[in-house]
């Protein structure tokens, strides 16, 4: 009994020098975690102050892109309202009547379906000049309309003063905006567009040059209303200023000084 207590204690004494290295290394691992801590602290402190000074250069970049080569503003018609007209030629016009020519004078038919819309094409966006604008509902109808009616009918009066002219001129300078913006922020746009006046792999370019088809046009159109509206979340714009097709004034909003996380 005597030898077993003594090789009992014995391995007691190696367990406890044992179990005191091991404390040793974990007060070591605990320091150096520690450090490794304070200094991920430090890092990402530093990654964060680097990403604003950055947010801030791609912000200060893009202000400049949109004030000096894409400056794009509001442009308004002088047009009145038919229910404003109405009621002061019958003063006996109810109310409820005013109300509803106020209300068609809101809504829009656009591509076989009534949209509505407030402006209903009093407000028009400007993009690069005055003289280059982009109806605000989203109505680009007028495009493919002289496209379709060109096939049947050839002259100088085709050409002259042609809205189609300003809408694709609009829509072009729009796709090279975005694709501009979408270098600046790093962001990958989700459908590809093309906007200059070559000739790729997948084909022409959009918009530029050639007359293109109805449905081509609006599937070009809405593939650059899906990039505006991507760029717009990935830089946390309002949603409730969004409309899917406000072009231009969707590209406002995202450029606009007011956009408190433009350059994230």
């Not at 200060?60 to 442009?75: D, G, Q």
Request: net charge positive; proline share 3%; glycine share 4%.
């Amino acid at each position: 009994d005597t030898e077993g207590l003594l090789r009992i204690k014995e391995e007691n004494q190696k367990h406890y020098r044992r179990a005191q290295r091991h404390q040793e290394k974990k007060e070591k691992i605990q320091k150096h975690n520690r450090k490794l801590g304070d200094l991920v602290e430090k890092k990402s402190y530093d990654l964060k102050t680097q990403y604003e000074h950055l947010a801030n250069l791609r912000r200060a970049h893009i202000l400049e892109l949109t004030s000096v080569i894409f400056p794009m503003e509001e442009v308004k018609t002088s047009m009145r309202d038919p229910a404003d007209v109405s009621s002061e030629s019958d003063n006996a016009m109810t109310s409820s009547t005013v109300s509803k020519l106020a209300e068609a004078r809101r809504t829009t038919y656009l591509s076989g379906r009534w949209v509505c819309d407030d402006h209903n094409g009093d407000t028009s966006i400007s993009i690069t000049g005055p003289w280059i604008i982009l109806p605000n509902n989203g109505d680009y109808s007028a495009y493919y309309n002289w496209v379709e009616e060109k096939k049947t009918t050839q002259g100088p009066d085709m050409e002259h003063n042609n809205p189609a002219h300003t809408i694709s001129a609009a829509l072009c300078y729009a796709t090279q905006l975005v694709n501009t913006l979408s270098l600046i922020l790093d962001v990958n746009l989700p459908k590809k567009l093309c906007n200059r006046q070559v000739k790729t792999q997948q084909g022409n370019h959009e918009f530029c040059g050639e007359n293109l088809s109805r449905h081509r046009f609006t599937r070009a159109v809405k593939k650059l209303n899906a990039n505006i509206l991507h760029l717009c979340f990935s830089q946390h714009v309002n949603l409730d200023l969004l409309h899917p097709l406000h072009t231009l004034r969707n590209l406002m909003y995202l450029v606009s000084p007011d956009t408190e996380n433009l350059g994230r």
